[in-house]
């Protein structure tokens, strides 16, 4: 059974902080590079944080220096630790392999609400 859950989201007061966990399932993710993505209603769904079997990391823009993603392979674990977080922030976030592939459907995701 190939599956993602997501899991760690909640409602934080700008400038704190929210870590997030995925458990993946499935051999498929033996070898992948895995994501972390966000969508905000009405706005595409973007990738903000990938990382590589052995660690190498990367970014999007607007999140460098605040979010850190890692991962426990014996575990299949990825977590993102989300720091100074801003209002924008607020959206959904899944998991997943990068690039994303078919045969593999989206999670649940949790919702991050930033907000006073």
């Known amino acids: 059974q190939v599956q993602l859950v997501e899991s760690g989201g909640g409602l934080v007061q700008p400038g704190g902080s929210l870590r997030l966990s995925c458990a993946y399932s499935?051999?498929?993710?033996?070898?992948?590079?895995m994501g972390w993505y966000r969508q905000a209603p009405g706005k595409q769904r973007d990738l903000v944080a990938s990382?590589?079997?052995?660690?190498?990391?990367n970014y999007a823009d607007s999140v460098k220096g605040r979010f850190t993603i890692s991962r426990d392979n014996a575990k299949n674990t990825v977590f993102l630790q989300m720091n100074s977080l801003k209002s924008e922030d607020t959206a959904v976030y899944y998991c997943?392999?990068?690039?994303?592939?078919?045969?593999?459907?989206w999670g649940q995701g949790t919702q991050v609400t930033v907000s006073s």
């Open positions: 990382i590589f079997r052995g660690g190498t990391t």
């Open positions: 499935g051999s498929i993710f033996s070898a992948s590079i």
């Open positions: 997943n392999t990068y690039p994303v592939r078919s045969q593999v459907d």
